[in-house]
């Protein structure tokens, strides 16, 4: 039950069907299906990212080879669990302001802002964080990190030459935190 049998050929051109052939294909993209036609998500399998990289980064970040390591810690405390989370977090300086990019269901832990604690090269600080959703506020807060030398691919996004994205396609895939 729930098993759906996929199958190719050459005559098909390689598009994959499913057994009965009335329902869709599986999304490719390993269940991620905010991708736009021109923007590709570049993140790595959840399954590496969860089970592997989050502990390591958790336990290398309070060490001394914490302040070496690329990413910080966003520690945050769950709005109905009460919960605390540490999340492993891409912090990317645009124009004064720390921004994280993400589509994590933990970031709704800060809508209408929430306090936070931040590990970074070593530090712990505590800081307010707001979430973005706006996709014009969005788009604004995207070409600024851009524009400040971050690149789509440090934010797991492949945007093709000469295609520039609109608000509505960025904010399709990420909302932007800003960290005070």
């Known amino acids: 039950m729930g098993y759906r049998s996929i199958s190719t050929s050459a005559a098909d051109d390689g598009r994959a ?17 905010n991708a736009t036609p ?9 399954w590496l990212v969860q089970h592997l990289a989050n502990p390591l980064v958790r336990r290398l970040a309070p060490t001394r080879w914490g302040s070496r390591l690329p990413v910080a810690v966003l520690t945050v405390t769950g709005r109905r669990t009460g919960r605390r989370f540490e999340v492993p977090v891409g912090v ?12 994590a269901p933990w970031r709704l832990n800060f809508r209408g802002g929430a306090a936070a604690e931040l590990l970074s ?3 712990l ?28 691919a440090q934010i797991a996004l492949a945007i093709p030459a000469g295609h520039d994205p609109s608000d509505e396609e ?3 895939q990420r909302h932007v935190l800003v960290l005070s």
């Open 170 to 172: 960025l904010a399709a």
């Open 92 to 103: 990317h300086e645009v124009a004064g302001r720390r921004l994280v990019f993400t589509d």
């Open 17 to 33: 069907r499913t057994g009965s052939g009335a329902e869709p294909a599986p999304p490719v993209d390993g269940g991620r299906t």
């Open 38 to 46: 021109h923007l590709q998500d570049r993140r790595p399998p959840r």
């Open 125 to 152: 600080s505590a800081v307010h964080v707001r979430l973005v959703e706006d996709p014009a506020e969005v788009g604004a807060l995207f070409r600024a990190a851009f524009a400040a030398g971050t690149t789509p």
């Open 121 to 123: 090269a070593g530090r």
